[in-house]
T-cell receptor
Framework: GQNIDQPTEMTATEGAIVQINCTYQ??????LFWYQQHAGEAPTFLSY??LDGLEEKGRFSSFLSRSKGYSYLLLKELQMKDSASYLC??????????WGAGTKLIIKP | SAVISQKPSRDICQRGTSLTIQCQVD?????MFWYRQQPGQSLTLIAT?????????ESGFVIDKFPISRPNLTFSTLTVSNMSPEDSSIYLC?????????????FGPGTRLTVL
């Protein structure tokens, strides 16, 4: 079966750095996505990785290792507004998106 | 990104009734999807809305319960039929294949449904 694993919840301090991991086992691979979802709102796109390596976009970076079936989302200089759920999703060989359960990130002052 | 609107934004319905949710995009898109999200849970894909033909449903979802229409490249509807309290959830429309980006999915604001 297809599976995506993320930690259920993480806590970090304002101004710090946090890394949210995602491991996946899917039938084929055509890219990995990270989305942010604030409570009561729709998910919004953060990043897309299809090749190995690090993609940096401001305070957020996303890393991919296809051989290890592993990705992480790195958030720097954390702000209170970063409190949200972070969803990892993988596009499989059928170009369907397989969604992880999401990681709830709590930022403390 | 594409601007996506959903109507209604929320509704409270009685058991046994049906509700139709509309999804409108401000530009033509290749793919349109319908998801369900229970509180605190991740996204569950209900179906892919196909333009001019029957939707493609995921395991556990059937057309009689969730009829879907997609008459053109910018509009789709999802009906939740013969509702029960178990259908209480947030229903999200998403799109792929916009003028700006082909890869990522963009989501509408969602419809919060409560069935009494």
């Amino acid at each position: 079966g297809q599976n995506i694993d993320q930690p259920t919840e993480m806590t970090a301090t304002e101004g710090a750095i946090v890394q949210i991991n995602c491991t996946y086992q899917t039938s084929g691979f055509n890219g990995l996505f990270w989305y942010q979802q604030h409570a009561g709102e729709a998910p919004t796109f953060l990043s897309y990785n299809v090749l190995d390596g690090l993609e940096e976009k401001g305070r957020f970076s996303s890393f991919l290792s296809r051989s290890k079936g592993y990705s992480y989302l790195l958030l720097k200089e954390l702000q209170m507004k970063d409190s949200a759920s972070y969803l990892c999703a993988v596009r499989d060989s059928n170009y369907q998106l397989i969604w992880g359960a999401g990681t709830k990130l709590i930022i403390k002052p | 990104s594409a601007v996506i609107s959903q109507k209604p934004s929320r509704d409270i319905c009685q058991r046994g009734t049906s509700l139709t949710i509309q999804c409108q995009v401000d530009s033509q898109v290749t793919m349109m999807f319908w998801y369900r999200q229970q509180p605190g849970q991740s996204l569950t894909l209900i179906a892919t809305a196909n333009q001019g033909s029957e939707a493609t449903y995921e395991s556990g979802f059937v057309i009689d319960k969730f009829p879907i229409s997609r008459p053109n490249l910018t509009f789709s509807t999802l009906t939740v039929s013969n509702m029960s309290p178990e259908d209480s959830s947030i229903y999200l429309c998403s799109v792929e294949g916009t003028e700006i980006s082909y890869n990522e999915q963009f989501f509408g604001p969602g419809t919060r449904l409560t069935v009494l």
